[in-house]
């Protein structure tokens, strides 16, 4: 009874004095998915608890300003096939909590086929749409495809697992890997500015770390595994302004990459730096800069002719270390003609086993190729 009353009396204290019914004992707890819209309009602190969100339905989270949303328990999905999102969340002055031991699982299995987008609809986990925000230890179980995207501005993103080993090569059954299960994805749609993403254990198919728009970003204290690396998307936007440290990427295909979309309008990116990566056993490249990608499905060729409509200004790269496996090319770069400007990188060292360094087009200063 006693820590009823204090659990309760901590969890109204900050609202008590508003007409929103607070108190999570009083009704703002959710069980089942037909409760979650009335809970979300009446309350302020709110516990999901163990929901079960039928195939095709979106768990919609459009919080009320200075909300608390805690996960509880096991929040899982049915299958469908479809696009999603599975979770929205949208709101300004909010926090979302990852409760002890909670998950979020997308039960990717019943979606995986080695394909991604390229054969069946498969959901995206989390759109996440934000304005002065924490979201704290989030723990999400196998994406059916890509895992979070993110519009943020003054966002805090930290204390996250994202485990999709599940769905790796050698780990799932033939045919069933999981595919486009990027971790965080910073998207083109709309501004993100002022977006810190730190301690976060990752382990997944595609881009670690995403970040195709944005201003001011710091990314920090990650662990990644598998993945495609810790990367900036250049396509038809701005991004600046962004930090990537202290942080260890272990068997992904690049641990760091940048790239243009030769496909997409112009865009920009210009102040960008790397500093204190490991990477360790990085399968295709240990750093990749490339002026040419297309994005095409899984097996085909990544690379086209370079194209200088997306340049890249001021790329540091300082104290980047580790080793790439064998047929792994440690540092490749591959700029357009007048496609690169003013990059300086210091204490690179990528150990290489049988294939050497390829700076094509462009060798940043302090760097020997
Ligand atoms: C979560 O619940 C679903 C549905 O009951 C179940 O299939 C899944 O294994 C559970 N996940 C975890 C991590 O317990
Ligand atoms: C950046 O975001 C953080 C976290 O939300 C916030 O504390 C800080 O005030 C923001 N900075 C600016 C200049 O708005
Ligand atoms: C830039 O990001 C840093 C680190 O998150 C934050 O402290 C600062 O307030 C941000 N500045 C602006 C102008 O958003
Ligand atoms: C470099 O990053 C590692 C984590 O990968 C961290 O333990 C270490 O403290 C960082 N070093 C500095 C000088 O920040
Ligand atoms: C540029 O980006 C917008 C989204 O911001 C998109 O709708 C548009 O099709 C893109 N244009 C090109 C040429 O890629
Ligand atoms: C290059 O980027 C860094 C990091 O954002 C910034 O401090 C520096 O001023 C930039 N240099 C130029 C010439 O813009
Ligand atoms: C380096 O990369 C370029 C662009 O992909 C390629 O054309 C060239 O053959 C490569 N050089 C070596 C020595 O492999």
């Known amino acids: 009874m006693r820590s009823l009353f204090v659990y309760t009396l901590f969890a109204c204290f900050p609202f008590i004095i508003v007409s929103y019914q607070t108190s999570a004992e009083d009704g703002c707890i959710v069980k089942e998915f037909e409760e979650v819209d009335s809970v979300i309009n009446n309350c302020k602190d709110i516990i999901l608890d163990s929901l079960s969100i039928p195939g095709g339905k979106k768990l919609i989270l459009n919080l009320n300003e200075g909300t608390t949303l805690t996960f509880r328990g096991n929040t899982s999905f049915n299958f469908y096939e479809w696009t999603g999102p599975l979770i929205t969340i949208s709101g300004n002055n909010i926090k979302v909590i990852g409760g002890k031991d909670s998950v979020i699982d997308g039960r990717g299995p019943l979606w995986w086929d080695g394909q991604g987008p390229w054969s069946s609809q498969k959901p995206k986990l989390f759109k996440i749409q934000v304005t002065n925000a924490i979201l704290d230890g989030i723990n999400i179980k196998d994406c059916p495809s890509l895992c979070t995207i993110v519009n943020g501005?003054?966002?805090?993103?930290?204390?996250?697992?994202?485990?999709?080993?599940?769905?790796?090569?050698?780990?799932?059954?033939?045919?069933?890997?999981?595919?486009?299960?990027?971790?965080?994805?910073?998207?083109?749609?709309?501004?993100?500015?002022?977006?810190?993403?730190?301690?976060?254990?990752?382990?997944?198919?595609?881009?670690?770390?995403?970040?195709?728009?944005?201003?001011?970003?710091?990314?920090?204290?990650?662990?990644?595994?598998?993945?495609?690396?810790?990367?900036?998307?250049?396509?038809?936007?701005?991004?600046?302004?962004?930090?990537?440290?202290?942080?260890?990427?272990?068997?992904?295909?690049?641990?760091?990459?940048?790239?243009?979309?030769?496909?997409?309008?112009?865009?920009?990116?210009?102040?960008?730096?790397?500093?204190?990566?490991?990477?360790?056993?990085?399968?295709?490249?240990?750093?990749?800069?490339?002026?040419?990608?297309?994005?095409?499905?899984?097996g085909q060729p990544q690379d086209g002719p370079p194209s200088n409509h997306i340049p890249i200004y001021n790329l540091s790269m300082q104290n980047i270390y580790g080793n790439v496996l064998s047929g792994g090319i440690p540092v490749f770069i591959l700029c357009a003609d007048e496609g690169c400007f003013d990059w300086k990188w210091e204490n690179v060292n990528i150990l290489g086993d049988n294939q050497n360094n390829n700076c094509t087009g462009y060798v940043p200063k302090e760097y020997e190729c």
């Not at 045919?175 to 730190?198: Q, R, W, Y």
């Not at 993945?227 to 900036?232: E, N």
């Not at 295909?253 to 920009?268: Q, R």
């Open 153 to 298: 501005e003054n966002l805090v993103i930290r204390n996250w697992i994202i485990d999709n080993l599940e769905g790796d090569e050698g780990v799932a059954p033939e045919n069933h890997f999981a595919h486009n299960t990027d971790g965080i994805n910073l998207a083109i749609f709309e501004p993100n500015e002022n977006v810190t993403i730190e301690n976060c254990v990752i382990y997944n198919q595609d881009d670690c770390i995403a970040i195709a728009r944005g201003k001011n970003v710091t990314v920090r204290n990650l662990f990644c595994h598998g993945s495609h690396g810790l990367t900036i998307s250049g396509t038809n936007s701005t991004i600046e302004d962004v930090l990537f440290e202290n942080s260890i990427i272990t068997m992904a295909e690049n641990g760091i990459h940048v790239k243009t979309h030769v496909l997409d309008g112009d865009g920009l990116i210009k102040n960008v730096v790397y500093r204190n990566i490991t990477i360790l056993d990085a399968k295709n490249y240990g750093i990749s800069v490339e002026q040419n990608y297309l994005n095409l499905p899984a």
